[in-house]
């Protein structure tokens, strides 16, 4: 099993940053592929940006490319969210996620493929 905690949401004025953190305990966290989702209210919980074990691979949704990047420090066990220019539209609860299967090496955009999941932090973007 993995524990997976975020942090970092809050109320930001469209054209802020903010930074959301994933916290990771209970497994070797850097041998996991790990991902970022966002789901609003009424919609579908959707991929925002994926990563791979090593760092090396990193994927994008379109909505968010260019504004956000995400890293992480395996060394800390910590996976990050740099969200820079944010828009009313990005106003979300963002999840992060880790693969089940250690050193896949694809920085993976389905849901299905991802087995632990945290509890969540509110971002508001106001206009």
């Known amino acids: 099993q993995v524990q997976l905690v975020e942090s970092g949401g809050g109320l930001v004025q469209a054209g802020g940053s903010l930074r959301l953190s994933c916290a990771a305990s209970?497994?070797?966290?850097?041998?996991?592929?790990m991902g970022w989702f966002r789901q609003a209210p009424g919609k579908e919980r959707e991929f925002v940006a994926a990563i791979t074990w090593s760092g090396s691979g990193r994927n994008y949704a379109d909505s968010v490319k260019g504004r956000f990047t995400i890293s992480r420090d395996n060394a800390k066990n910590t996976l990050y969210l740099q969200m820079n220019s944010l828009k009313p539209e990005d106003t979300a609860v963002y999840y992060c996620a880790a693969v089940g299967v250690p050193y896949r090496g694809v920085a993976v955009t389905t849901k299905s493929a991802y087995n632990f999941w945290g509890q969540g932090t509110q971002v508001t973007v106001s206009s």
């Open positions: 209970g497994r070797t966290f850097s041998s996991y592929d």
